[in-house]
């Protein structure tokens, strides 16, 4: 069964002259465990589907499922709650609050979820390379170390899926390398659904899936770099588990011909 299903979505903003198609048409079904990276020039409706996935907003026409539940829409409470316990969303400019300490902002998202758990919250600083910073301010941190923040805090709340804006779009090459790294373990750890917005095609090698968005319609689908690397993985353990049993069978025939 299929985590999300997208039958139809499209998102249209304005009417008459002022009318933008934003997503036309859009069918996806998207696993469990995937990690998927969404690809697109501006304005090919990358966000918008990405924000239809979060609830935060709703399609003009179409449906979506969420675990073969329609996904509620129109209704803002109901869609606030159905973004409060299933979805984890990591935005481009951090967005934590100065005031309050890396680990106290991990810990307010908790409570808003109602899901407070500090040994959780300490344990994804950790997961994300940030042990021994709990107590630092934003302001103390850098640019990579403020958006480790936000990736624990999306984490911490036990979402279904994770989904990210341009999470890296205000970081160095190093940097983004190292803040996926840090999503990316994590993520395949709980095998927890992953979609992410980016410009950089590099980031492909993170992906398990790559779609591609034009006009506001899917172009391409296809295989991510971490999907390649799983079925070179698996080629590479048969060759291995063939070289050994032929090197048995050698064994055996040479002990043959010393007993014989």
Do not use: W
């Amino acid at each position: 069964m299929a985590l999300i299903e997208l039958n139809g979505i499209t998102r249209i903003y304005g009417e008459g002259e002022t009318e933008v198609r934003a997503l036309d048409g859009i069918d996806l079904s998207i696993e469990r465990g995937e990690i998927i990276a969404l690809l697109g020039p501006s304005g090919s409706g990358k966000t918008t589907l990405l924000n239809i996935i979060a609830a935060l907003d709703e399609p003009t026409e179409g449906t979506y499922s969420f675990e073969s539940q329609e996904v509620p829409n129109g209704n803002v409470e109901a869609m606030t709650t159905f973004r409060r316990e299933n979805i984890g969303y990591i935005f481009q400019f951090f967005n934590l609050l100065g005031d309050l300490t890396a680990l106290e902002n991990v810990l307010l998202v908790q409570e808003i979820a109602g899901v407070r758990d500090k040994e959780l919250a300490i344990s994804q600083l950790k997961e994300v390379g940030l042990e021994g910073l709990e107590d630092r301010f934003p302001a103390q941190m850098s640019g990579g170390q403020r958006q480790r923040v936000a990736i624990a805090r999306s984490l911490s709340k036990k979402p279904n899926i994770i989904l990210g804006d341009e999470l890296t779009g205000n970081l160095d090459s190093e940097t983004s390398n190292q803040v996926m790294d840090s999503l990316i373990e994590t993520c395949r750890e709980g095998d927890l659904t992953t979609m992410f917005v980016t410009h950089d095609t590099s980031l492909t090698r993170f992906a398990t899936r790559v779609i591609n968005l034009d006009s506001g319609r899917v172009v391409s689908d296809e295989p991510g770099g971490l999907s390649t690397m799983a079925g070179q993985a698996r080629s590479a353990a048969k060759d291995i588990a063939k070289g050994a049993k032929n090197i048995v069978e050698s064994i055996k025939d040479v002990a043959k011909d010393i007993i014989g």
